[in-house]
């Protein structure tokens, strides 16, 4: 099972909109509705953001929503603030008991 | 509040064995599916293991089958895996996560601080 493609970087400024994306294959992403976000503090364990392609658990801000087409999921954080800054990772379950992480995107707030 | 506490990790030499336990507290830990996450140093995650809420259903990732064990006691409310014929490359923080659901497979709601693991010689 081959990772999911994820952008190693991404930035933008405070206020701004970014949008990260996570391309997978039709054996997982274009597959399922099961992709995940997760993100993650330098020295902080992840956590979960998004599941299902775009629901939110409770106590993460509206800022973070998610969205998918065919075999691409994205994650898009409006209104960046500075505690933004971290690493994001997607993953996608891929039938069966498979699933698969992307390899992560360092989000820089600027 | 869900907490999970990972323990067992420690410098080993490539070819010996480590368990790594995770005690959970805060949630019906029989009622939901378990996973270990491993991320190596500077790198991404990777999936290592995942069990359901009975233990009928195990699987592992590719580049640990055939050398780890997955195995739950529900009656003590601990996950573990038992790490065989290590290798330099499972030298990895390892974190034990929990599921959405008794046979979730793809959301890792709750994650510990994890246990590294360094295998060298």
């Known amino acids: 099972q081959s990772a999911l493609t994820q952008p190693p970087s991404a930035s933008g400024s405070p206020g701004q909109s970014v949008t990260i994306s996570c391309t997978g294959t039709s054996s997982d992403v274009g597959a399922y509705n099961y992709v995940s976000w997760y993100q993650q503090h330098p020295g902080k364990a992840p956590k979960l953001i998004i599941s299902e392609v775009n629901k939110r658990p409770s106590g993460v801000p509206d800022r973070f929503s998610g969205s998918k087409s065919g075999n691409t999921a994205s994650l898009t954080v409006s209104g960046l603030q500075a505690e933004d800054e971290a690493d994001y990772y997607c993953n996608s379950y891929a039938g069966g008991t498979k699933l698969v992480f992307g390899g992560g995107t360092k989000l820089t707030v600027l | 509040e869900v907490q999970l506490v990972e323990s067992g990790g420690g410098l080993v030499q490539p070819g010996r064995s480590l368990r790594l336990s995770c005690a959970a507290s805060g949630f019906i830990f029989d009622d939901y599916s378990m996973h270990w996450v491993r991320q190596a140093p500077g790198k991404g995650l990777e999936w290592v293991s995942g069990?359901?809420?009975?233990?009928?259903?195990?699987d592992y990732g590719d580049s640990v089958r055939g050398r780890f064990t997955i195995s739950r006691d529900n009656a003590k409310n601990s996950l573990y895996l038992q790490m065989n014929s290590l290798r330099p490359e499972d030298t990895a923080l390892y974190y034990c996560?929990?599921?959405?659901?008794?046979?979730?497979?793809?959301?890792?709601?709750?994650w510990g601080q994890g246990a590294l693991v360094t295998v060298s010689s």
């Open positions: 069990i359901h809420w009975n233990s009928g259903v195990k």
């Open positions: 996560t929990k599921g959405t659901s008794g046979t979730s497979w793809y959301d890792f709601e709750y």
